[in-house]
C-alpha cells in the first residue's frame, strides 16, 4: 500500500538564532540573517534609468514604501495569507532605508522611446537603456539600478536571432513560472550589462502605479513591496535570510543543471547556478556543449564535460569560501547518463569530497488527491520505490489555512541514482530550496533554488557570445 506523508514545513533562520517558515513574518520579527554583520547594506543607494515621467512615479512610490502598508483582506482565519509591508527603513524589518538621489537618474526622452520603438529592432532600444546604465555605474555609487520597461510592448519586434525557445528541451513549460519564448527586453538587457557594477532591476509600470495591464494579474501592494524590497536588499549585498544549519551538519554545496540552447540555435549548453547552503548566494558556472541523446531524446553531457563542469563549480566554491565542502547534491533537471554519473563522480574524486548526491527532478509526476476541496498539502510526500518520491512543493499549507495558488498544483518527481540517498532528507533540503527566491517573499515556490537559477541563467547567457565569460554573481542575472 502507497501511504502519503506530510513532513513539517522547513523554517528559515533571520537574526541569528530566530526561525521562522515564512520569510515576511521572519523579517518583520527578527530582521535578515545579516543584521549582525558589519558589512551588510544599511542603505540602498539607487539609480534610475527611464522616462521622466516614469522615474517621477516610481520615486514617488518608493518613498511611500518607507512607511507600513496595509496587507490585503483575508477571509477569517486566513489571516496569516497576506502580511503588511512595514516599511523599507532603518527602523523595522530590513532594517535598511533607500537612497533616492537625483544626480543618479539616466532619462530617456519620450522622442526617443517613440523613434525607436517604431520601427527599431529590440537591440536598439537594450542599447538606449545600457547606455544609461553603463553611466550610472561609472559613478561607483549605485547598488542597484532600477530600470522602467517600455510601455510600449517590445518583446515581439524584429530580432535578428533565432526564436528558439528559452527553457529547456526536456520539460514542459510551467503555467505560471512565466516562461517566455525568443528574445525579450528583460533577458537581452541582463546579457547586455553583466559587465557593470551594481545589478540591474528590471520594473514595469504597474508595480508601482498598481495598475494591471491587459493579460497581467496584479498582487496587492503590500505584496509587490515585499517581492522588489527583497529583492533590493539582496542585490545590494545583503541576506535576507538564510537555511538553518545545525552544527553537525556537513558542509554542503548544492550545484543545480540546466540546459539552454544558444540564440543562434547552433548549440546546447548547460548552465549552473551554484548555490551556498547558508545564504542562498550562487556562484555561475557556464559549461560545455551537450548533446541530444538518441535513446531518451534529452539533453546530456560527455563524461569529460560532466567533469570539467562540476570542477569548474567546487573551483568556484573554494575561491568563495576558502574551503572545499564536505557534500555536494547536484540536481538536474533531466535523467542522468552512466556517462554523466561517472563525470560528476570523478570530479569528486579530484577534489577529495566524500560525499555525493545525485538528484533528478522531474515536472512530470504523477497527481495525488485529498477529501474535501482544498489539494494535497505541500510538504506532502509519497514513496514510490526506494530512489523515487512525489515531492509536493506546492499545495495547501497550514499556516495559511488554504491553498494560495491559482491553479492545480503539480508535484515533483524526486529520484536519486543511489539507493543510498535519504529522500525524506532530500526532500526537505528541497523544500527549504524552494523559498530562497530573492525575487519574492513567496513561501511556496514549485522549483528549488537550484533548478530555478540555473534556468534563469540559461535565459540570460544564451545571449552572451562564447568569447566572453559570464558574470559570476547570481544577482546579476535576477
Given at each position: ?167 529547456e528541451p526536456d ?49 496587492d501592494e503590500a ?182 495558488g491559482m491553479y ?71
Amino acid at each position: 500500500m502507497i501511504r502519503a506523508h506530510v513532513l513539517r514545513e522547513p523554517p528559515l533562520e533571520f537574526r541569528p538564532g530566530c526561525r521562522h517558515e515564512d520569510p515576511r513574518m521572519g523579517l518583520t520579527r527578527y530582521g535578515p540573517a545579516d543584521i549582525e554583520t558589519p558589512d551588510r547594506p544599511s542603505t540602498v543607494t539607487v539609480g534610475f534609468v527611464g522616462s521622466a515621467e516614469q522615474i517621477s512615479g516610481l520615486q514617488s512610490w518608493l518613498a511611500r514604501c518607507s512607511s507600513p502598508i496595509a496587507p490585503k483582506s483575508a477571509k477569517p482565519g486566513q489571516e496569516n495569507l497576506h502580511v503588511a509591508f512595514p516599511g523599507f527603513r532603518s527602523d523595522e524589518a530590513f532594517n535598511s532605508q533607500l537612497v533616492l538621489n537625483d544626480s543618479l537618474v539616466g532619462v530617456i526622452p519620450e522622442r526617443e522611446l517613440r523613434r525607436l520603438a517604431n520601427p527599431a529592432t529590440l537591440v536598439d532600444i537594450v542599447e538606449c537603456y545600457a547606455e544609461r546604465a553603463a553611466s550610472l555605474s561609472e559613478t561607483g555609487r549605485c547598488d542597484v539600478v532600477m530600470c522602467c520597461r517600455p510601455d510600449q510592448p517590445v518583446d515581439n519586434l524584429d530580432t535578428d536571432a533565432a526564436s528558439e525557445p528559452a527553457v529547456e528541451p526536456d520539460t514542459e513549460e510551467d503555467e505560471s513560472d512565466g516562461s517566455i519564448i525568443g528574445r525579450n527586453f528583460h533577458d537581452l538587457l541582463k546579457a547586455r550589462t553583466l559587465g557593470l557594477g551594481p545589478p540591474l532591476q528590471v520594473i514595469r509600470r504597474h508595480t508601482w502605479e498598481g495598475k494591471a495591464e491587459k493579460g497581467v494579474e496584479l498582487q496587492d501592494e503590500a505584496t509587490r513591496a515585499w517581492n522588489l524590497h527583497v529583492a533590493l536588499y539582496y542585490k545590494a549585498g545583503g541576506s535576507p535570510w538564510r537555511l538553518p544549519r545545525h552544527s553537525t551538519d556537513l558542509q554542503t554545496c548544492f550545484v543545480g543543471v540546466s540546459f539552454y540552447r544558444s540564440a543562434d540555435g547552433s548549440s546546447l549548453r548547460t548552465a549552473v547556478a551554484q548555490v551556498f547552503n547558508e545564504l542562498g548566494d550562487g556562484v555561475v558556472v557556464r559549461g560545455g556543449t551537450a548533446v541530444l541523446s538518441k535513446d531518451d531524446r534529452v539533453p546530456h553531457l560527455h563524461e569529460a564535460e560532466a567533469r570539467s563542469l562540476l570542477v569548474s563549480s567546487l573551483s568556484a566554491y573554494r575561491t568563495v569560501h576558502g574551503h572545499q565542502p564536505a557534500r555536494v547534491v547536484l540536481h538536474k533537471s533531466s535523467a542522468f547518463s552512466e556517462a554523466e554519473i561517472s563525470g560528476f563522480e570523478a570530479a569528486v574524486d579530484e577534489k577529495d569530497i566524500d560525499h555525493l548526491e545525485l538528484i533528478w527532478l522531474s515536472r512530470r509526476a504523477p497527481r495525488f488527491f485529498r477529501y474535501g476541496q482544498l489539494p494535497p498539502m505541500r510538504c506532502t510526500t509519497v514513496q514510490l520505490d526506494p530512489t523515487t518520491i512525489v515531492l509536493y512543493t506546492r499545495g495547501s499549507i497550514e499556516l495559511f489555512r488554504t491553498y494560495p495558488g491559482m491553479y492545480v498544483p503539480q508535484p515533483l518527481l524526486v529520484r536519486s541514482v543511489s539507493g543510498d540517498v535519504d529522500l525524506r532528507r532530500a526532500a526537505i533540503e528541497i523544500l527549504g530550496l524552494s523559498k530562497m527566491n530573492w525575487n519574492n517573499a513567496q513561501l511556496d515556490e514549485r522549483d528549488p533554488l537550484t533548478i530555478r537559477t540555473a534556468r534563469r541563467v540559461g535565459d540570460i547567457l544564451r545571449h552572451v557570445p562564447d568569447s566572453e565569460p559570464p558574470a559570476t554573481r547570481y544577482a546579476k542575472y535576477m
